[in-house]
Each structure stands twice: as structure tokens, then as C-alpha cells.
């Protein structure tokens, strides 16, 4: 191959002005064109960039244009025709249109109107999605994008040469222009087609400017460029004169024909069906409002029928709208979505509609005035139906006179209860139909097949049985393959006796794919479908299922299609992509490996038991919220946890299978964690680094045997919950360092004996309960917690659980000889302490805060006289303190006092009066002293009868009797 090369490095050595031609001659299978293609990879860098080109099998591709233009083509039933694969220009167009402009002018205003214009004629659409910020040189995405469409708009603004991108494009385009025969559609902008041509004026400043550091030659392509767009006709052009929706509408008008004319070559069977459509709108009377049903089953046509039809009579109406999905889109966003996007389509703007409650009636008011077309595709409920165009007797209320309306599903008794005027059911494709569409499909020569293919197809077409969809998806996959491995596919396809013919098609086509083809595939029928191709293949990238690749094979095997930037598949192949995932676990929601439905997500996120173990999270390094409450079968987190830097919320409450977290961990940004109920976990982790973000800490109800000591630098905690901690043995000396804290929670952990000494230095500290633990003593410290509000003690000093009594023998809870100091603390619970007489401070009444004053369940025989100090004290708990003997003077403000299962007392009841009016305070002890409290004569002083008076109206309505 060395000496041929230098031969043609000899030829190629020409003079620099001189055009040549130089040609390879040689006998079949010598080498021409591996040595040409060669040769062309090392000297393409000489020329222009942008215009070398290599063009392969070009006597192949003749003899096929020759006998594609020599043969009069039909219609295809199908609305994946743009899966027929053929080598010349005119057949490997992936989108109608592209879109060129210069996001700073126009973005979102003139473009984005005319993007929406072109989108409600269902015109497939290429617009650049990948945002404002571009790099230097233009995305592969892009390129391929400009080379698949059929027609190129250009938008050229007074910024659009600014842009190195923006003249990329246009220099990309004018070479498919040229070597594809891509239809290039100029619009000017409120610019000057001559200073465009001639790059003058405004708009030619970036060249003398910006642009003059540039390569000459790439500059040179762009003056190129410009000046032969600038000078193709028809344009268009905006000034001030011209309203910028008129120009629109002209613009997406001759698309629309232009595409229609082109779309009638490449269907198959469409013509007959057309026109049986047509009958039908004959018998309606010129002026009455008309609706036909398109009905049929799955795959059959009907979309494709409704959007061809739609192509051949939009421009016989004041508007048209074609609403494709319906389905989906009402399930998804609703009816007023619905009907904002029919209005928007029909009159090109939103009519001023903000309130949601007015859309039904200004859309019924501006319809009644127009003839208008409206196509209704895939409707599944006769509500889509009447809130966009109302029901079948108003019709003449709804819609102007001579309008009609199609609806396209593949419900017949949903058509039948509407009341159509007429209803057309698809017709299959006839053999000879379904021979030309499947030879169309899965031949790349379209001409006479030998007697063994043909024998074969003949095969297929039965199978099929006449539905197109059947043969899209089976078409590609007999493409290229062996007489011996069609026969093969076909015995392969009678594996499924009992499938319909497309859902044995559908998973021996399925079965073809490459694993990761399949995920994506299944991805995009449980996610993707409708979404923006841009921000998919973002997801699918970070997934690491490579889906440039993945994509484009999906989408030659007719598995997806795209439209508008968008990912598209047929409603089947959905359902189909559904099902595999349902057959993954038929009554576990919680086993299969995508939940496309919110609701189902919802139920098994909030209360998986199936989750065994989380997955890598390297790949979600920006995760802030991460639940997993109520995965009880959850035994371990992956240890890439650690990486989660972004961490606000985890909470693992609940994972009773947890025995472990990762030994160290920082989450800098961490607020809450949480892991209530981890009865297995045994010990937490240690903490590096920053965490200074946290809190709260619920660590109640594991397993944890001790802290670490590096929770001492958690110096925003404010919460520690560690609430029935049984095997925790005690409480560091370090929490009294943690200076935050406002709530410490250590109730019913039984092993621990005593709260830290310098308990008092937790200045902050509002809420402390240590009830049901087996402190007997608190520190004299306690009274320095000048902002504490409630502490809870109770059934501390070694009373047994359970027990409803305090007897002799047990260890009593020592209190601080004084409480001065707690002055701001509101609830005091001391119950079931086995407090004896004297060990309740004397100087209590110096608690001046204090509401709530818990003292069930103790020993002593009386109260301190300063109880009465306790100028709050709204609530007091007296009940089963059996050797209570009498009562001192109490509070003005008491409301409530209980003292049940106080046998000391006498059984009585008095009325105590306060500020409030009065309390009753109930000592009855025995069961024949108690009744009615009507039957029961109330003592109270007289100087107080005086003082209640104004509250009598209350006492009525309690029957309580008043004795003097």
C-alpha cells in the first residue's frame, strides 16, 4: 500500500490554482477503495474546512435513484416511516426542520413563536437545547441535527454574525445544502438582505472587528456562506412595516405544503384510506359541524391516517390544530393544559388566559366564530373530548359553522357514546401493501427479489397479518441478515403460540438488543417518552449506558423515533416496555426496577421492605435529601455514602436491619440525621472534618453501646435524641462542652446512673428528660441551666418499671438542696421518684416560671408552704402519693389539681377558689364516696362566696350545688 500511496502523492502534486481530477482504475476487489480513502484522510486538511467530502458505492446509489424515480410510490400506513432506510438524500431526512438564530436577538421572542408555529403543524423540529453557553466549536449533536433535516430556516438578526457558532451553522448548512440538496429558507431579520450578502453595515461589523483573529480560511467559508443564502429565494423579510405572526404563518404554511407533497412519496397504502375519509366528510352538509372517529386497534394507522389527512386539509380552514398524545398529555398535566395548547396552536397566542376557571369559556367563545380543523389523536375518555370541543350537542355552540373535528382511539364504544356522525375503523394492509412496505424496510435494493427472499417475505407478510406496526419493528431486524436467519427468526417467533403476532414480534425484536440497549429502551418507555432528547441523553450518560450509541440503534430499529427535539416511541412498544417491567415482580411493587407511577414510587419509597441494600452513590454526588425511612430488610449502605458532600437530610429511621455505617464520615452540609429505630446499629461513626451544619441527631432506639468523642465537635448541634438507648451505659462528660444544645432526650435509657457533674454548663439546654433511667441523684449543677423550660425525672431513683406504687424500700432520687436558678424552667415531673417527706426543696416556690408540677406516685407526707409562691403554677399532679395528709395553701392561678388514690386525705371535695374562679379539687378515695358531683355538698369560706359571684353562670353549667 507505501508504494501505491507515493504514485498518488506524485498525481496530487498539482499546481495550487489548477482543478484536477484524478481517477483509480483497477479490477473488482484490488483495492480501490481502501487506497482512495486513504488518500483522502491525508490530504482533506488541505482544502476549505467543511468542504471535502467522500461519497461511497455511488453506481449502487444510481441504479437506486433510477429505480425509485421510475416507480410511482404510495403511502405508508405507519407514522415510523422515518425508519425506511435508503441511501439517497431525499430518504434520510430525521427532522423537517432546523432551526438557525442567534439566541441573544430573537430566542424568546420571534424564534420561539415560530418554533411553537411549526410544532402545532406536528412540523418535526430541530432547535439547539443545549442552552446559552457554547463553546468554540460546534457540538457533533448539532451537526447531526443541521445534515438530518430537510429544510433549514436561518434567522438572520443584527447579532447573528457575532456568533463563531451562529456562522458555523450557516456554513454547515450551505454545505448540505449543496451536497445533500437540503432546502435553505432565509429570514431577515430587521436586517438587510445586501448587507447579509455583502457583510456590511451593522450586521458585517463582527468581521472587521471580532472575527479578525479568526482563521482566514474558516472566515472566508462564513462570507461564503452568507453571501448564497442572501441570495436564495424565496426569503423572507421582516421590517417594521410587517407584524412578526403574519410572517410566521407564511413561513410555517409553505413548510407545511412542501413537506405534505414530500410525505405522499413515502407512505405506503395510504391514498385508498384517504379517501374513504374523505366520503365520509362529503355526507356531512357544508356548514354543519362534523366529527369523524378514526378507530382501530393498537399499531394499525390511525395517527398516521389523522396526521396525513390533517396535511392534505389544514389550508382549507380559518385554523387548524392537530393535539397529538392525548393520553399521555392528559394524564400528565390535566385538561386545562389541553385546552390552553389548543388555543395557543389555533390563535398563535394565550389569549390573555391567566385564571385556569376561564380557559373552557374563552376557548369556547373564539371557536364559535372560525372554521376550524381539529384533530384529536389518542383519546382514551370522553372528557378529552368535550372540554376541547364539547360535546356532541353543543356543538354548534363550541365551533363555527363548517368546522369538523377527528378523533383518532382505539376505544369504539367511547365514539359511540359521544354520538360521532361517522366512524371509520383502519383497515389492515393488504398483502401486496404489506409485501411493497416490508421490502421497502428491510432491503436496501427495492427491486426484484429472488425466488428465496421473496418466498420468505411472503412468510413474514402472513405473520404480520396485514398491521404495519408488526412489520416496522420486524422489518430491522431481518435487514441485513441471511435467508437462513429469516427462517431462523420466524421459528423463533412461533415460540409465542399465544401473543398476538406484533407482541411476539415486539419481544423477539427485543430479545435482539444488547443489554444496555435494553435498559435505555425500557428507560425511555417508563420515563423518557416526550421528554427533550438534550436532557436525556444527559441522564443516560451519567448512568454510563453510552447513548449516542444506544439511541441511534433504537432508533434504526424503529424502537424510538424523534420529533422535535424529542423522544417519541408508539403507544404499544410502551405498554410493551411496561410489561417486561411488570413480569419482573407481579405482586412486588418493591422488586422491579423502575416505578413509572408516582403513586406506586410514593408507596414503596415511603415503606420499602424490600431494599436490601443501597446502590453506589458516586454517580449522585450532588444528592441534598436522601429517605429511606421504613426499609426495614435494609442491612447495609454502600460505602460511597461518604461521598455524598451535599448531604442536608438523611434519615434511616426505621432500618431495623442496619448493623453498620461507614466508620468515618463528614458531611459538611449535613442538618438532620437521623436513624430512629436502627435497633441493630451498634455503634456510630466517627466524624472528620467539618460537620459544624448538624442540628439534630436522633439516635433514639438503636443499639449504640457509647458516643464518640468526636461528637463533641458538633458545635451547631442543637437536638440530641437518644431516647431508649438500653444499651447505652453512660452519658460523656463532653456533652456538657456542646454549648448548642437545647433538647437532650435520654429517657428510658436504663443503664445509665448519672447525668455528667457540669451538666449546668449547657447554658442553651431548654429541654432535659432523663425519665425511666437509673440516675438516683442530680447534679448540683442542675440549677444553672438558666434557660432549661422543662426537665422530666420520672420514675428515676430505682423504681422498677411497672410498678404502681413506691415502696419503703426503694432508693429515693435526691434532689439539690435548692432549686434557685431554674427560673426559667415551666414543667417539673417528678413522678414515681419515691420522694419522701422533706426531700422535696423547701425554697421550691422560688420556681416563678413553673406550670406544670408533676409530683404522682412519691412518699411524702405534705408540701412545702412556698408552693403557694408558685405565682404560674396552673396544673398540679398529686394522684397515688398515699401517705399525702393534707394540702397547703395553693397558688392563686391553680386550675387543675388531682389527687387520686390519696387515702390520707379525707374524702371530700372542695371547691379552691383563684383568680380564675375556682377549682375543684376531687380526694374522694373510696369508690361509695364517689358519684355525681351533684350529690355532693361543696364547703367553701364565705368570704368567698362574694368573690365568685360573677362566676356563677359557670357553676350552673357545671351542676355544682353551693353550701354555706
Known amino acids: 500500500m507505501g508504494s501505491r500511496k507515493e504514485k498518488m502523492d506524485s498525481l496530487l502534486d498539482i499546481e495550487l490554482d489548477d482543478v484536477c481530477i484524478i481517477g483509480i482504475f483497477g479490477t473488482q476487489g484490488i483495492g480501490k477503495t481502501t487506497l482512495a480513502h486513504q488518500v483522502f484522510e491525508r490530504v482533506k486538511h488541505k482544502f476549505d474546512a467543511g468542504y471535502t467530502t467522500f461519497i461511497a458505492n455511488i453506481s449502487e446509489e444510481c441504479q437506486k435513484n433510477a429505480r425509485s424515480s421510475s416507480r410511482s410510490s404510495s403511502l405508508s400506513m405507519t407514522s415510523t416511516a422515518k425508519c425506511a432506510k435508503s441511501s439517497s438524500p431525499s430518504s434520510t431526512w430525521k427532522h423537517d426542520v432546523f432551526l438557525s438564530f442567534r439566541g441573544e436577538d430573537t430566542r424568546t421572542g420571534f424564534t420561539d413563536h415560530l418554533y411553537h408555529a411549526l410544532d402545532g403543524k406536528a412540523i418535526d423540529t430541530f432547535r439547539d437545547t443545549e ?55 432565509p429570514v431577515f431579520y430587521h436586517v438587510e438582505p445586501d448587507h447579509v450578502r455583502n457583510q456590511t453595515g451593522t450586521f458585517g461589523e463582527p468581521f472587521t472587528h471580532k472575527h479578525k483573529d479568526q482563521d482566514v480560511n474558516r472566515v472566508n467559508r462564513w462570507r461564503e456562506a452568507l453571501s448564497l443564502v442572501a441570495k436564495i429565494h424565496p426569503c423572507w423579510e421582516l421590517n417594521d412595516g410587517l407584524h412578526d405572526s403574519v410572517v410566521i404563518e407564511e413561513i410555517v404554511n409553505e413548510i407545511f405544503k412542501e413537506l405534505y407533497q414530500i410525505a405522499s412519496k413515502d407512505f405506503v397504502g395510504m391514498d385508498s384510506r384517504i379517501k374513504k375519509i374523505h366520503k365520509l366528510l362529503d355526507k356531512c352538509p357544508r356548514d354543519d359541524v362534523c366529527t369523524i372517529g378514526i378507530w382501530g386497534i393498537a399499531g394499525i394507522g390511525k395517527t398516521t391516517l389523522a396526521h396525513t389527512f390533517y396535511k392534505t386539509m389544514y389550508d382549507k380552514f380559518e385554523a387548524s390544530a392537530f393535539i397529538g398524545n392525548m393520553r399521555e398529555e392528559y394524564e400528565k398535566n390535566g385538561m386545562v393544559h389541553l385546552q390552553k395548547r389548543l388555543h395557543q396552536i389555533l390563535f398563535n397566542d394565550d389569549g390573555g388566559i391567566y385564571d385556569d376557571h376561564m380557559v373552557t369559556n374563552i376557548l369556547s367563545q373564539r371557536l364559535h366564530s372560525k372554521k376550524v380543523l381539529i384533530i384529536l389523536d389518542d383519546v382514551d375518555k370522553l372528557e378529552q373530548i368535550e372540554g ?66 421473496r418466498e420468505l417475505s411472503i412468510q413474514v407478510v402472513e405473520y404480520a397479518n396485514g398491521h404495519p406496526l408488526t412489520l416496522d419493528v420486524l422489518s430491522p431486524y431481518l435487514k441485513g441478515k441471511t435467508a437462513d436467519e429469516w427462517s431462523n427468526i420466524l421459528d423463533e417467533l412461533k415460540k409465542y403460540p ?55 440503534v433504537l432508533l434504526e430499529k424503529c424502537f424510538i423515533t424523534i420529533a422535535s427535539d424529542k423522544l417519541w416511541m408508539h403507544d404499544m412498544l410502551q405498554e410493551f416496555g411496561h410489561e417486561i417491567v411488570r413480569q419482573e415482580s407481579l405482586d412486588m411493587l418493591g422488586k ?42 435494609l442491612s447495609a449502605v454502600h460505602p460511597t455514602i461518604k461521598e455524598l458532600k451535599q448531604l442536608v437530610l438523611l434519615n434511616l429511621k426505621g432500618c431495623e436491619s442496619l448493623d453498620s455505617l461507614p466508620q468515618c464520615i463528614c458531611f ?35 443499639a449504640i453501646e457509647e458516643l464518640p468523642t468526636s461528637l463533641e465537635h458538633l458545635s451547631s448541634l442543637i437536638l440530641l435524641n437518644l431516647r431508649n438507648c438500653k444499651n447505652l451505659l453512660s452519658l460523656p462528660d463532653f456533652i456538657c462542652r456542646m454549648a448548642s444544645l437545647r433538647t437532650l432526650d435520654i429517657s428510658c435509657c436504663t443503664h445509665i446512673e448519672q447525668l455528667p457533674e457540669n451538666i449546668g454548663s449547657l447554658e442553651n439546654l431548654e429541654k432535659l428528660d432523663a425519665c425511666r433511667t437509673a440516675i438516683r441523684k442530680a447534679p448540683s449543677s442542675i440549677v444553672h441551666l438558666k434557660n432549661l423550660k422543662m426537665l422530666c425525672l420520672v420514675k428515676c431513683g430505682g423504681v422498677a418499671d411497672g410498678s404502681s406504687q413506691c415502696s419503703n424500700e426503694s432508693v429515693s432520687f435526691q434532689l439539690p438542696s435548692s432549686l434557685f436558678g431554674l427560673s426559667s424552667l415551666t414543667s417539673l415531673n417528678l413522678a414515681d421518684c419515691n420522694l419522701q417527706e422533706g426531700e422535696i426543696p423547701e425554697d421550691i416556690g422560688c420556681l416563678s416560671s413553673l406550670t406544670d408540677l408533676g409530683l ?22 398529686l394522684d397515688n402519693c398515699r401517705k399525702l395528709q393534707s394540702l397547703p395553701k395553693l397558688p392563686a392561678k391553680i386550675k387543675h389539681v388531682t389527687t387520686h388514690g390519696c387515702p390520707m386525705l379525707n374524702d371530700q371535695l372542695t371547691i379552691w377558689p383563684s383568680d380564675e374562679g375556682f377549682s375543684v379539687i376531687d380526694s374522694r378515695g373510696s369508690e361509695e364516696a364517689k358519684g355525681p358531683l351533684t350529690h355532693h355538698p361543696l364547703p367553701m369560706p364565705e368570704e368567698q362566696v362574694h368573690k365568685l359571684l360573677p362566676k356563677f353562670i359557670e357553676v350552673y353549667m357545671c351542676s355544682v350545688s353551693l353550701v354555706q
Open 131 to 185: 442552552g446559552l453557553v457554547r463553546g468554540e466549536a460546534i457540538s457533533p449533536a448539532l451537526l447531526r441535527g443541521i445534515e438530518e433535516s430537510r429544510f433549514a430556516i436561518i434567522v438572520l438578526s443584527q447579532k447573528y454574525a457575532t456568533s463563531s457558532w451562529c456562522l458555523d451553522e450557516v456554513a454547515e448548512i450551505v454545505k448540505c445544502h449543496l451536497v445533500r440538496g437540503q432546502t435553505i429558507v
Open 388 to 453: 376541547l370541543v364539547g360535546n356532541w350537542k353543543n356543538h354548534y355552540n363550541w365551533l363555527g359553522a363548517g368546522s369538523r373535528v377527528i378523533v383518532t382511539t382505539r376505544n369504539n364504544h367511547l365514539l359511540m357514546n359521544y354520538g360521532q356522525h361517522y366512524i371509520y375503523e383502519v383497515d389492515k394492509l393488504n398483502d401486496d401493501e404489506a409485501l411493497e412496505l416490508l421490502q421497502q424496510r428491510a432491503f436496501d435494493d427495492n427491486g426484484i427479489l429472488d425466488i428465496e427472499y
Open 498 to 552: 399465544d401473543d398476538e403476532p406484533i407482541h411476539r414480534t415486539l419481544q423477539v425484536s427485543y430479545n435482539g438488543l444488547e443489554k444496555k440497549e435494553k435498559e435505555i429502551f425500557l428507560d425511555v418507555a417508563c420515563f423518557f417518552k416526550g421528554e427533550d432528547l438534550y436532557r436525556v441523553k444527559k441522564i443516560l450518560d451519567s448512568c454510563r449506558f453510552f447513548p449516542t450509541i444506544g439511541l441511534r
Open 592 to 633: 422491579r426496577s423502575r416505578l413509572w407511577n408516582h403513586k406506586d414510587a410514593r408507596d414503596v419509597l415511603e415503606n420499602c421492605k424490600y431494599l436490601v441494600e443501597t446502590p453506589d452513590f458516586s454517580r449522585v454526588p450532588n444528592l441534598e435529601r436522601l429517605i429511606l425511612e421504613g426499609c426495614k430488610s
Open 668 to 702: 459538611n452540609f449535613l442538618e438532620t440525621f437521623i436513624l430512629s429505630g436502627c435497633t441493630k446499629l451498634v455503634k456510630f461513626p466517627e466524624i472528620v472534618g467539618d460537620m459544624n451544619r448538624l442540628s439534630q441527631l436522633y439516635l433514639d432506639g438503636t
Open 856 to 877: 404522682a406516685g412519691n412518699n411524702f407526707l405534705s408540701l412545702p408552704e412556698s408552693i403557694s409562691q408558685l405565682s404560674n403554677l396552673r396544673n398540679l399532679v
